[in-house]
């Protein structure tokens, strides 16, 4: 039960999520890239496919499973790391990469079964973690989120996808 309300999906999202999540990212002028909630890799798959060669991603993947499979398919990437820690906790590896920002992060997280306390914790960093002009992209199964997400971020769009089980909106944001 615990883990299902973590993971908080049926199924893995849909190859129209990944495109939405990541169609409004210029690849060659980030630097840092950081994934919430990787779990079994969809998008971070098409990141990796897509980033330049120095860029690093940081990919944050609470579910031990998950976080195991994700590490093992991405060790031969020297610049993408797999962190089993909670993304409130996104600062600290931040600078134990030796960064002090990220100009995306991209997160799946399933806010709707979080604490509202976690879920602030959780954008409060992200907001401190982005760089300035730095984008928050998030999906969600519901607009329950747009209101919080609006007093943390600046909103600037919200999209729906319809091909995906369940059907998703997806929130891109910027730094206020
Ligand atoms: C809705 S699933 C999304 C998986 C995948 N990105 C996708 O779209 O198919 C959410 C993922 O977030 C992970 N997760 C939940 N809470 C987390 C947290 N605080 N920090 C990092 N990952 C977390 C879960 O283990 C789960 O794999």
Known sequence: MKSRKIIGAVSPSSKFLAKKMLEGINFNET????????GTGVFTREI????????????????????????????????????????????????????THTDIIVS??????????????ILKASERALHKNGSFIQFQYSLNA????????EMKSVQFVPINIPPAFVYTCKKK
């Not at 031990?64 to 600062?91: G, M």
């Not at 997280?109 to 306390?117: I, K, R, S």
């Not at 747009?146 to 971020?153: E, R």
């Open 48 to 99: 990796v496919s897509k980033m330049a060669e120095n860029t690093k991603l940081l990919v944050f993947e609470l579910h031990e499973p998950f976080f195991k499979k994700l590490e093992e398919e991405f060790s031969a990437y020297p610049n993408v790391f797999v962190i089993s820690d909670s993304a409130a906790n996104v600062l600290k590896h931040l600078e134990e990469n030796h960064e």
């Open 31 to 38: 630097k840092v890239i950081v994934e919430y909630g990787a």
């Open 146 to 153: 747009k209101k919080l997400l609006s007093k943390i971020f």
């Open 108 to 121: 799946s997280l399933p806010f709707t079964n979080f604490e509202t306390n976690l879920t602030i914790r």
